[in-house]
């Protein structure tokens, strides 16, 4: 396997060189996991510009996986703990995995943060060399830990995560500085120190800002050319 990723700053990793892929049929699948915040999507949507332009690639976001909630009133779904593992609907996500690992195309679902729902249509997706999953809870399961061949973490120090946190939720997710604030501090921190920092122990690679770019360059080439 030669896959070779190299950092040029501290959110970009430029795939250089892919001449034989890993996975099973010739599909590579990342995952990309780590705090709210901390720029998964960002991190995500890089890789996939410097993949796209030789190889297919899929990028795909865990949150699209959370359950439905069709039943729950307004004020349930406002108040739901959406950091926890039993949010997503995991098992729809392994099974989509596992589709488009065997050449299949599915049919993904769309989640919207503002209604809380998913939406009725689907957007279908067909095998690519390789998919990019990001999330926050992508490797709590070994059902789906064990689907992916290179797991990065994310370790961003959780009050720039929340600093970035509160301006995207406003401007984009339609939430108030109150309830960002009130959320922050009855779930999403919590759930953070419970269920996605442990996560970093399985992760292959780990994105952090206190980690100098030579080292983790090095480290990247030393785990990809394996
Ligand atoms: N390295 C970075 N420096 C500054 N802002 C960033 C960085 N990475 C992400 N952001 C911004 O922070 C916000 C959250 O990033 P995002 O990628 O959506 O995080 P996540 O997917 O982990 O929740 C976005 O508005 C994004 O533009
Ligand atoms: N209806 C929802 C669903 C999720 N969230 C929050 O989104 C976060 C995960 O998405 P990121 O892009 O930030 O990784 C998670 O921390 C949930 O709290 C929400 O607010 N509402």
Known sequence: M???????????????????????????LISITGPSGSGKTTFAKELHQA???????ILLSE???????????????????????????????????????????????????????????????????????EGIMLLNKQYLRELFDLKVFMDVPLDICLLRRIQRDINERGRTLNSVAQQYLETVRPMHNEFIKPQKNFADFTFSEEIDIDFMRKRVMELILL
């Open 63 to 133: 949150d699209n996986y959370y359950k439905a909630n069709t039943c729950l009133t307004e004020e349930q779904k406002n108040n739901r703990n959406y950091d926890h593992p039993s949010a997503f609907d995991h098992k729809l996500l392994e099974k989509h995995l596992k589709q488009l690992k065997a050449g299949d195309s599915v049919k993904s679902p769309i989640y919207c943060y503002k209604t809380h729902q998913r939406k009725e249509r689907t957007v279908e997706l067909r095998p690519a060399d390789f998919i990019i999953v």
């Open 51 to 57: 993949i796209c332009e030789n190889r297919s690639v």
């Open 2 to 28: 030669l896959l070779v990723l190299e950092i040029s700053n501290a959110q970009k990793i430029y795939i250089r060189e892919c001449e034989k892929i890993l996975g099973e049929n010739n599909l590579v």
